[in-house]
């Protein structure tokens, strides 16, 4: 049985940092690459960061310098170090594991708002 479970999201003031983690179960976590992605209201889900299965990280123009991805392939976790957030950070925040062969896992959820 493959789940994503998230945590860390919650309510923050603009400037602020949040710390979000995924572990994950029933996967091959070590050969995937896993990713973070938002959706905010009326708005299409993106990629924020990924993160490839050795360790190479890529991040979007928004978020660069602000945002680190990190994985720990011991505990199956992927984790989102946000920083000097932005009330256009807030979304529902998901995280992702992407087989080999282009399967992707999805997590539930964790809901980011950044207050200004």
């Known amino acids: 049985h493959v789940q994503l479970v998230e945590s860390g999201g919650g309510l923050v003031q603009a400037g602020g940092s949040l710390r979000l983690s995924c572990t994950a179960a029933?996967?091959?976590?070590?050969?995937?690459?896993a990713g973070w992605y938002r959706q905010a209201p009326e708005k299409q889900r993106e990629l924020v960061a990924s993160i490839s299965n050795g360790g190479n990280p890529d991040y979007a123009d928004s978020v660069k310098g602000r945002f680190t991805i990190s994985r720990d392939n011991a505990k199956k976790t992927v984790y989102l170090q946000m920083n000097s957030l932005k009330p256009e950070d807030t979304a529902v925040y998901y995280c992702?594991?992407?087989?080999?062969?282009?399967?992707?896992?999805w997590g539930q959820g964790t809901q980011v708002t950044v207050s200004s």
């Open positions: 029933g996967t091959a976590f070590s050969s995937d690459a």
């Open positions: 992702n594991e992407k087989t080999p062969w282009g399967y992707m896992y």
